[in-house]
Protein backbone atom coordinates (compact mmCIF):
# COMPACT_ATOMS: atom_id res chain seq x y z
CA UNK A 1 0.00 0.00 0.00
CA UNK A 2 1.56 3.41 -1.07
CA UNK A 3 0.71 5.39 2.18
CA UNK A 4 0.69 8.68 0.57
CA UNK A 5 -1.65 7.41 -3.16
CA UNK A 6 -4.84 8.61 -3.31
CA UNK A 7 -5.69 7.05 -6.71
CA UNK A 8 -9.46 5.85 -7.09
CA UNK A 9 -10.63 8.25 -4.39
CA UNK A 10 -13.16 10.60 -5.01
CA UNK A 11 -12.79 13.89 -2.90
CA UNK A 12 -15.25 17.26 -2.17
CA UNK A 13 -13.68 20.46 -1.21
CA UNK A 14 -16.17 23.17 -0.60
CA UNK A 15 -14.04 26.46 -1.31
CA UNK A 16 -12.24 25.20 -3.88
CA UNK A 17 -12.08 27.87 -6.22
CA UNK A 18 -9.41 29.71 -4.63
CA UNK A 19 -6.65 30.10 -1.95
CA UNK A 20 -6.55 27.66 0.84
CA UNK A 21 -9.06 25.45 -1.00
CA UNK A 22 -7.87 25.50 -4.29
CA UNK A 23 -4.41 24.46 -3.21
CA UNK A 24 -5.83 21.59 -1.22
CA UNK A 25 -7.62 20.38 -4.41
CA UNK A 26 -4.96 20.66 -6.50
CA UNK A 27 -2.87 18.83 -4.00
CA UNK A 28 -5.57 15.78 -3.69
CA UNK A 29 -5.55 15.59 -7.70
CA UNK A 30 -2.24 15.59 -7.88
CA UNK A 31 -1.91 12.82 -5.17
CA UNK A 32 -4.58 10.71 -7.22
CA UNK A 33 -8.33 11.76 -6.26
CA UNK A 34 -10.99 12.95 -8.59
CA UNK A 35 -11.69 15.81 -7.07
CA UNK A 36 -15.52 18.14 -7.06
CA UNK A 37 -15.02 21.53 -6.15
CA UNK A 38 -17.15 24.73 -5.08
CA UNK A 39 -17.34 28.42 -4.35
CA UNK A 40 -19.70 30.91 -5.26
CA UNK A 41 -17.38 32.33 -8.19
CA UNK A 42 -17.82 29.79 -11.26
CA UNK A 43 -14.69 31.94 -13.06
CA UNK A 44 -12.26 31.03 -10.51
CA UNK A 45 -14.49 27.21 -10.43
CA UNK A 46 -13.60 26.26 -14.31
CA UNK A 47 -10.08 27.63 -13.56
CA UNK A 48 -9.54 25.38 -10.68
CA UNK A 49 -11.14 22.56 -12.35
CA UNK A 50 -9.11 22.69 -15.37
CA UNK A 51 -6.11 22.93 -13.28
CA UNK A 52 -7.55 19.23 -11.49
CA UNK A 53 -7.93 17.67 -15.11
CA UNK A 54 -4.44 18.78 -15.74
CA UNK A 55 -3.35 15.96 -13.30
CA UNK A 56 -5.87 13.89 -15.45
CA UNK A 57 -8.59 13.65 -12.89
CA UNK A 58 -12.42 13.65 -12.89
CA UNK A 59 -13.11 17.18 -12.18
CA UNK A 60 -16.56 18.65 -11.04
CA UNK A 61 -17.57 21.68 -9.85
CA UNK A 62 -21.11 23.57 -9.07
CA UNK A 63 -21.23 27.46 -8.33
CA UNK A 64 -23.39 27.24 -4.89
CA UNK A 65 -23.37 29.34 -1.70
CA UNK A 66 -22.64 26.42 1.14
CA UNK A 67 -24.70 28.22 3.31
CA UNK A 68 -27.67 26.56 1.51
CA UNK A 69 -27.61 23.26 3.00
CA UNK A 70 -29.90 22.25 0.12
CA UNK A 71 -28.10 22.77 -2.78
CA UNK A 72 -24.89 21.30 -1.50
CA UNK A 73 -26.88 17.70 -1.32
CA UNK A 74 -28.15 18.28 -4.48
CA UNK A 75 -24.13 18.06 -5.68
CA UNK A 76 -23.22 15.37 -3.57
CA UNK A 77 -25.92 13.81 -5.10
CA UNK A 78 -24.37 14.65 -8.59
CA UNK A 79 -21.27 13.66 -7.38
CA UNK A 80 -22.54 10.32 -6.01
CA UNK A 81 -24.28 9.75 -9.65
CA UNK A 82 -21.06 10.30 -11.11
CA UNK A 83 -18.05 8.62 -9.08
CA UNK A 84 -20.33 6.23 -6.83
CA UNK A 85 -18.76 7.75 -4.07
CA UNK A 86 -17.18 10.36 -1.82
CA UNK A 87 -13.94 9.16 -0.26
CA UNK A 88 -12.38 12.77 1.24
CA UNK A 89 -14.17 16.06 2.11
CA UNK A 90 -12.28 19.11 2.53
CA UNK A 91 -14.61 21.78 4.58
CA UNK A 92 -12.72 24.66 3.13
CA UNK A 93 -15.17 27.51 2.65
CA UNK A 94 -14.25 30.70 4.61
CA UNK A 95 -15.04 33.69 5.90
CA UNK A 96 -14.18 36.50 8.04
CA UNK A 97 -14.89 40.32 9.31
CA UNK A 98 -12.54 41.75 10.93
CA UNK A 99 -14.46 44.76 12.97
CA UNK A 100 -14.11 45.48 17.21
CA UNK A 101 -16.38 43.61 19.05
CA UNK A 102 -19.00 45.92 20.08
CA UNK A 103 -19.71 46.86 16.26
CA UNK A 104 -20.55 43.09 15.47
CA UNK A 105 -24.36 43.11 14.38
CA UNK A 106 -26.76 40.17 13.95
CA UNK A 107 -25.55 39.85 10.06
CA UNK A 108 -22.09 39.77 10.81
CA UNK A 109 -22.68 37.03 13.11
CA UNK A 110 -24.85 35.14 10.79
CA UNK A 111 -22.13 36.06 7.63
CA UNK A 112 -19.29 34.35 9.49
CA UNK A 113 -21.26 31.75 11.73
CA UNK A 114 -22.35 30.85 8.82
CA UNK A 115 -19.80 29.98 6.68
CA UNK A 116 -17.29 28.66 8.45
CA UNK A 117 -19.33 26.31 10.83
CA UNK A 118 -22.92 25.91 9.57
CA UNK A 119 -21.67 24.87 6.21
CA UNK A 120 -18.56 22.40 7.61
CA UNK A 121 -21.71 21.15 9.52
CA UNK A 122 -23.95 20.23 6.94
CA UNK A 123 -21.69 19.42 4.63
CA UNK A 124 -20.37 16.93 6.62
CA UNK A 125 -23.96 15.63 7.18
CA UNK A 126 -25.07 15.58 3.27
CA UNK A 127 -21.39 13.26 3.06
CA UNK A 128 -21.34 11.20 6.14
CA UNK A 129 -24.07 8.80 5.27
CA UNK A 130 -22.50 7.74 2.05
CA UNK A 131 -19.40 7.14 4.13
CA UNK A 132 -21.08 5.28 6.49
CA UNK A 133 -22.32 2.86 3.40
CA UNK A 134 -18.73 2.13 2.14
CA UNK A 135 -17.04 2.04 6.31
CA UNK A 136 -14.58 4.62 5.13
CA UNK A 137 -13.90 8.09 5.04
CA UNK A 138 -11.65 10.87 5.31
CA UNK A 139 -13.34 14.52 6.93
CA UNK A 140 -10.63 17.96 7.14
CA UNK A 141 -11.79 20.84 8.53
CA UNK A 142 -9.96 24.21 8.19
CA UNK A 143 -9.22 25.64 11.60
CA UNK A 144 -7.43 28.20 12.91
CA UNK A 145 -4.91 29.77 15.06
CA UNK A 146 -7.57 31.61 16.55
CA UNK A 147 -8.75 27.92 17.34
CA UNK A 148 -6.66 28.10 20.33
CA UNK A 149 -5.72 31.75 20.68
CA UNK A 150 -7.03 35.19 19.97
CA UNK A 151 -6.49 38.73 18.09
CA UNK A 152 -8.42 41.86 18.79
CA UNK A 153 -11.34 43.09 16.16
CA UNK A 154 -12.11 38.90 15.43
CA UNK A 155 -14.26 37.70 17.70
CA UNK A 156 -16.98 35.93 15.44
CA UNK A 157 -14.12 34.73 13.34
CA UNK A 158 -12.38 33.41 16.77
CA UNK A 159 -16.15 31.22 18.07
CA UNK A 160 -16.33 30.02 14.76
CA UNK A 161 -13.11 28.48 14.43
CA UNK A 162 -13.50 27.32 17.89
CA UNK A 163 -16.39 25.62 16.80
CA UNK A 164 -14.65 23.96 13.93
CA UNK A 165 -12.11 22.64 16.15
CA UNK A 166 -14.68 21.28 19.26
CA UNK A 167 -16.86 19.75 15.80
CA UNK A 168 -14.33 18.19 14.57
CA UNK A 169 -13.68 16.05 17.65
CA UNK A 170 -17.76 15.61 18.10
CA UNK A 171 -17.78 14.16 14.74
CA UNK A 172 -14.36 11.96 15.38
CA UNK A 173 -16.01 10.40 18.18
CA UNK A 174 -19.86 9.57 17.01
CA UNK A 175 -18.03 8.28 13.83
CA UNK A 176 -15.05 6.21 14.74
CA UNK A 177 -16.94 3.09 14.25
CA UNK A 178 -17.53 3.72 10.53
CA UNK A 179 -14.13 3.98 9.73
CA UNK A 180 -14.51 7.77 9.79
CA UNK A 181 -11.57 9.80 10.42
CA UNK A 182 -12.37 13.54 11.35
CA UNK A 183 -9.12 15.91 11.54
CA UNK A 184 -8.28 19.65 11.32
CA UNK A 185 -5.62 21.43 9.69
CA UNK A 186 -5.12 24.78 11.58
CA UNK A 187 -3.11 27.54 9.40
CA UNK A 188 -1.25 30.01 10.34
CA UNK A 189 -0.92 33.23 8.74
CA UNK A 190 -1.19 32.45 5.23
CA UNK A 191 -1.60 35.25 2.41
CA UNK A 192 -4.80 34.49 0.55
CA UNK A 193 -7.80 37.09 -1.29
CA UNK A 194 -9.41 36.92 2.72
CA UNK A 195 -6.44 38.34 4.14
CA UNK A 196 -4.73 40.54 1.38
CA UNK A 197 -5.68 43.68 3.58
CA UNK A 198 -3.90 42.05 6.24
CA UNK A 199 -0.71 41.54 3.93
CA UNK A 200 -0.73 45.12 2.98
CA UNK A 201 0.52 46.65 6.03
CA UNK A 202 4.25 46.06 6.30
CA UNK A 203 3.70 46.75 10.10
CA UNK A 204 1.46 43.80 10.65
CA UNK A 205 3.57 41.48 8.87
CA UNK A 206 6.79 42.36 10.30
CA UNK A 207 4.61 41.75 13.72
CA UNK A 208 3.57 38.20 12.26
CA UNK A 209 7.56 37.52 11.57
CA UNK A 210 8.75 38.17 14.68
CA UNK A 211 6.12 35.48 16.43
CA UNK A 212 6.76 33.11 14.19
CA UNK A 213 9.72 30.81 14.90
CA UNK A 214 10.48 30.12 10.66
CA UNK A 215 10.69 34.02 10.26
CA UNK A 216 7.83 33.81 7.38
CA UNK A 217 4.33 33.84 6.83
CA UNK A 218 3.07 30.64 5.02
CA UNK A 219 2.14 30.04 1.14
CA UNK A 220 -0.78 28.14 0.52
CA UNK A 221 1.55 25.38 -0.66
CA UNK A 222 2.47 24.86 2.73
CA UNK A 223 -0.67 23.10 4.04
CA UNK A 224 -0.38 20.70 0.69
CA UNK A 225 1.60 18.06 2.65
CA UNK A 226 -1.10 18.25 5.88
CA UNK A 227 -4.06 17.59 3.35
CA UNK A 228 -2.72 15.01 1.55
CA UNK A 229 -1.67 13.35 4.74
CA UNK A 230 -4.76 13.40 6.51
CA UNK A 231 -6.78 12.21 3.11
CA UNK A 232 -4.96 9.29 2.70
CA UNK A 233 -3.83 5.76 4.43
CA UNK A 234 -0.55 7.23 6.16
CA UNK A 235 -3.14 8.92 8.76
CA UNK A 236 -5.15 5.83 9.32
CA UNK A 237 -4.89 6.05 12.96
CA UNK A 238 -5.30 9.57 13.81
CA UNK A 239 -9.03 11.16 14.24
CA UNK A 240 -10.01 14.12 16.15
CA UNK A 241 -6.62 15.95 16.22
CA UNK A 242 -5.78 19.69 14.43
CA UNK A 243 -2.71 20.18 13.14
CA UNK A 244 -1.47 23.61 13.16
CA UNK A 245 0.59 24.73 10.29
CA UNK A 246 2.07 28.11 11.50
CA UNK A 247 5.52 28.00 11.23
CA UNK A 248 6.18 27.60 14.99
CA UNK A 249 3.58 30.41 16.26
CA UNK A 250 1.65 28.23 18.43
CA UNK A 251 5.07 27.00 20.16
CA UNK A 252 6.50 30.20 20.47
Keep these: ?40 TEIELVETSNNITSF ?24 VNQEGKIDILVNGAGANKRQPFLEVTEEDWDFVM ?6 ALFTSQAVIPYMQEQKYGKIIN ?11 NMSVYAASKGGISQLTKALAVE ?14 YFKTEMTKSVFEDDGKVAWMKSRIPLKRTGEVEDLQGSAVFLASHASDYVTGQTIYVDGGWLSS
Aim: charged share 20%; net charge positive.
Design 1 to 40: MKLFDLSGKTALVTGGGRGIGKSIALALAEAGANVAITSR
Design 114 to 119: GINLKT
Design 142 to 152: IASLTSEIAFA
Design 175 to 188: FADYGILVNAIGPG
Design 56 to 79: SRNAYYAAVDARNSEDIKGFVQDI
